[in-house]
């Protein structure tokens, strides 16, 4: 019986342990606004930058020169769902409504989903928008 209680203990001290390791390394907000940037600075440069014949190096010096844009419209288009021990970050990227009604199929829209959790961030969900119209 004492073993099942030292059991017993041992289990509940692991999980409280576990918790609370979980929930001081719950990454804020602006962890992920720093990895979001670095990742669609990445996926542009590695999918747009190199689709843009002449222009890829102008289109990669752009991308690295305007990290602070970037940064806020990552902020701008987030919600975040906190749930003490992880966050969900939901991002809708598109600049539809900044460009001229010619050039709107020409830029994709996206949205992501991503958890962060032990300090990290996991993107579960990248996907294209694509236009009902």
């Given at each position: 019986?004492?073993?099942?209680?030292?059991?017993?203990?041992?289990?509940?001290?692991?999980?409280?342990?576990?918790?609370?390791?979980?929930?001081?390394?719950?990454?804020?907000?602006?962890?992920?606004?720093?990895?979001?940037?670095?990742?669609?600075?990445?996926h542009?440069?590695?999918?747009?930058?190199t689709?843009?014949?002449?222009?890829?190096?102008?289109?990669?010096?752009?991308?690295?020169?305007?990290?602070?844009?970037?940064?806020?419209?990552?902020?701008?288009?987030?919600?975040?769902?906190?749930?003490?021990?992880?966050?969900?970050?939901?991002?809708?990227?598109?600049?539809?409504?900044?460009?001229?009604?010619?050039?709107?199929?020409?830029?994709?829209?996206?949205?992501?989903?991503?958890?962060?959790?032990?300090?990290?961030f996991?993107?579960?969900?990248?996907?294209?928008?694509?236009?009902?119209?």
């Amino acid at each position: 019986m004492k073993n099942l209680k030292a059991v017993a203990y041992f289990l509940a001290a692991s999980l409280l342990g576990i918790g609370v390791a979980t929930a001081v390394t719950n990454p804020n907000r602006e962890s992920y606004e720093n990895y979001a940037t670095r990742r669609i600075t990445a996926h542009l440069q590695e999918n747009t930058c190199t689709d843009a014949g002449l222009l890829k190096s102008v289109c990669s010096s752009f991308l690295e020169d305007n990290q602070a844009q970037i940064n806020e419209f990552v902020a701008v288009n987030t919600k975040q769902q906190n749930f003490l021990f992880w966050s969900i970050y939901k991002t809708d990227l598109s600049l539809k409504e900044s460009l001229p009604s010619i050039a709107k199929d020409l830029i994709p829209s996206y949205h992501f989903e991503t958890v962060g959790i032990f300090s990290s961030f996991f993107t579960y969900r990248a996907q294209r928008i694509r236009d009902e119209g």
